[in-house]
């Protein structure tokens, strides 16, 4: 038995018996779609699954453009007028021809045969040359055709039996796909002989996710200036070209690693880099060991890689370094510096900390912090796992010295500022108690803990920088340490128990 | 005429299974209206020949599940594709016989045995959708203690439902 499709099994009843949720009759919708397939003429017509209306932003529903169909329809007027033109003009007297034909060269038997080549003939198409609308796809495009042995038929089947069926649907069956992968539509029935079928743009790329408001339906997001502002909640994946608007601020979570606090407008693209345009207010960047990105505004841009803060005017962007380095064309600002860049250059160049950016922005009086790392058990893969089990979420082990282990899903590289916190629960009064770091050539470093009371949950935090090397305690851990496992210790007199509810590891800004 | 009746009954006999099917499997409401129409829509492509309910409900799943991964693989989401042989044979153990109603019932009478928090919990969660932290603050805990009792009270009800559903 699988107890996580059990599970999932729960989950589902629950959502009915609890949450009212039942399947809608779909039948009207199926008979409507049905009818328009069979409508669709002898060509068979894939039926596309459109979830472009619930989509995640960014990924463009599919849809027909009007503008294609004038295109479609031009294009057609041109054809034919070439074609027509091309008769034309093989109907005229050639002045060549009597020379032609004195060299022997075979001419076209239409111009033999006709009665008259000083007629014009009247420019239709012929009927060759229009396409019948079962054949618009043009061949270089045709996506492949459903083949007879993809087509998912029901076969006999024991009772009961979830094999696929015989003819069976294969994983990718009917979709028509050319070999990128993209989507090619094939125009209905009825809607043009040249209209060319469409293809899907492709997905646009995720840059960021929501990670938290400072207070409900403060952001607002859209993606073209046609498009009506909607709020947008925690979790919610930003692809590029977002437009976002915060009142109060936004934290978002950067795909490429690093962390955004903002307040106002602030659009999101990538240009090799990410690109931020802020277009009022401010921006608190924190892409330490993270690719570098572009902080554009006021007419002027500059590339960050560390932790800073931007203010926009119309003119000018005001740039506060606390850690790394902030580039720009006029000039760099190092950690501890702030300065003003417009496009006169970089002016008023000065010292500034983490506590006077504090008092001048509002969005940053609680201080942004990077979870560098974050593991709940939930779904945590068995080659990550070095000590201990996992269990319903928890890691879990009885063993003594108890002891649960994993490895990162990448190593980090230590900081001033970084802290590990995590939730646990032990069975037993304990000897010693410990969260240990393992590095990839420098062995482990540690911190010995209090342990707190016996059979509750407890949460604890400890700074990275608070480590010492297991095997020589008077080393302290050096900052640029990249360690790779995080360990949790408890030495018991007898077997305890040690549950590990979730650890994560947080970087909080410090002055550089 | 007699083909269309056929495939309006199928329609009306497996539409709700197979919708229920595809929100197990991790559809949203909307995905599973898409592809539970998307699934009928092949059925009609081929013709139609008499089966019987266990076979065509079958042919139904499997059909919805490829679907499935095929809008998986469209939108680039990575899901745990392997599981979903385990969750085929969760749903055919707790649907082959009766759609799910004795699990339901079971389920039922296992909510009662919740203890006052720990069911409010469940209705915060699925009646209310409400976030974990939500659910924390309604009954004035910590989300981590939010956690832990919705955990503790599915497993409860799992472990009731087995000694109440199977034999």
Redesign the interface.
Known sequence: MNEDADMRYLDSALRQEVGGEHAPDLSARIAAASARSISAGPVRRRITVNFGRRAPLGAPSKRRSPLAAVIAALLLLVAVGFVGFAINTNREPHPFRDLNEAKGQPQPAANATSPSNETPRSPQPAPVVVPHPTKVVPPAIEPEQPRPEQTPKPQPLPEGEVKKPDGKPAPIPEAPRNPEGIEVRKPEAGTGPTKKPEVEAPALAEVAVVKELSRKNALKARYAESESWRNVEAGEVLNQGVKLSASGHADLSLSRGGLLRFSGILSLSLDGALVADLGSEDLYVDNLDAPAMTVRGGGVSASVQGVAMFNVTRTSLGIACIQGEVVTAQGNLVAGKSGTLSLKGLSKVQAVNIETLVRKHASLRSLPQRVLMREDFDAIPDERIDEGSVSKGVGVSSENPAGVAFYLPKPISLRAGDVIRFRYRVSRALEEFLVQLGTADRGNFRKLLTPARIGEWVEVEVALCDLVRTLDRTEKIAPGTVFKTVQVWAHCPQACKLEVDWVEIVRRPVDG | MGEELD??EL??VH???L??YL??LGC???????????T??????????Q??Q???S??L???AR??Y???L????RIKPFE?LD???????R?E?TDD?EA??LA??EC?KTLSQRARRA??LQ??D?ASRADIAKQLGMDP??A??LL?RA??L??QC?EKRFLP
């Open positions: 495939v309006a329609v009306r539409q709700a299974a919708w229920r929100r197990f949203d409401s909307a995905q599973a209206d898409d592809l539970t129409q998307e009928f829509l092949k059925l009609l492509e081929h013709p139609l020949a089966r019987s266990g076979e065509t079958a042919w799943r499997t059909t490829n679907n991964l095929m809008a693989r469209k939108s680039a599981s385990a969750l085929d044979a969760t749903w055919v707790n082959a799910g699990y339901r389920l039922r909510l469940i209705e699925y009646t959708a981590e203690g956690k832990t955990r599915r497993d009800l799992r439902i």
